[in-house]
């Protein structure tokens, strides 16, 4: 979680530039919080879904690895795929929002 959050955070500082001119040209904050958190979600989506994937493939392999979970079980599967988004949504979640709070004029001045 710690890494999403920095990787999240780097990016929402690397763009404040671009994300203030948005505010000040309209943008409401809940439209600026909605394209951080689909921006840092859409990596981590496709990841899951390639992750589930794989793992379904690979059943023969995972079976001699797993002890006491089948590896078609649904509810570990799901119970996986739910922690990665809810882990990148709560690690999005504080980057975007203070995006939103950022000082519009101090931030299109500087630089």
Do not use: C, K
Request: hydrophobic share 55%; proline share 5%.
């Amino acid at each position: 979680m710690l890494g999403l959050y920095g990787t999240v955070s780097l990016s929402v500082r690397l763009r404040l530039r671009e994300l203030s001119l948005r505010m000040a040209l309209g943008s409401s904050p809940t439209a600026i919080v909605r394209l951080v958190m689909r921006q840092a979600l859409a990596p981590v989506v496709v990841g899951v879904v390639f992750g589930l994937v794989v793992a379904l493939a690979v059943t023969r392999v995972l079976t001699a690895l797993l002890y006491g979970v089948s590896p078609h079980d649904p509810a570990t599967l799901a119970a996986a795929a739910l922690t990665l988004l809810t882990t990148t949504a709560a690690a999005g979640a504080y980057p975007a929002w203070r995006a939103t709070r950022a000082n519009l004029m101090r931030t299109l001045q500087a630089g």
